[in-house]
C-alpha cells in the first residue's frame, strides 16, 4: 500500500464534504469513530468494504482512534 504525506483530516475539512444521511445505511459520508470501534466495525455497519482505500490519511488500518474523521461510501444494498 502506498503512503501518503497527507494530514488528518481536519472537522473543518470533513464540514465541506456533503453529508448523505438518508444512505440508507445509518451512517453519514462522514464519519467520526467512536469509542470502541474498528475499521471491521464501521465497514460492517455502513457498508463500505474500501475505507481505507477511501481515506488516505490512514496509514495504519489497527491505528484508528474515537475522533477520526473517515469518508464513508456504502457499497450497495445491505442484506
Known sequence: MASSSRAPMSYAEAAQWKVNPASGHGCEEIYV???GETLHT???KCG???IVEENPHIHDPDDVF???VIKITPFGPRN
Request: hydrophobic residues 35%.
Open 33 to 35: 469513530v467512536g469509542e
Open 42 to 44: 464501521i465497514s460492517e
Open 66 to 68: 474515537p475522533g477520526l
Open 48 to 50: 463500505d468494504p474500501f
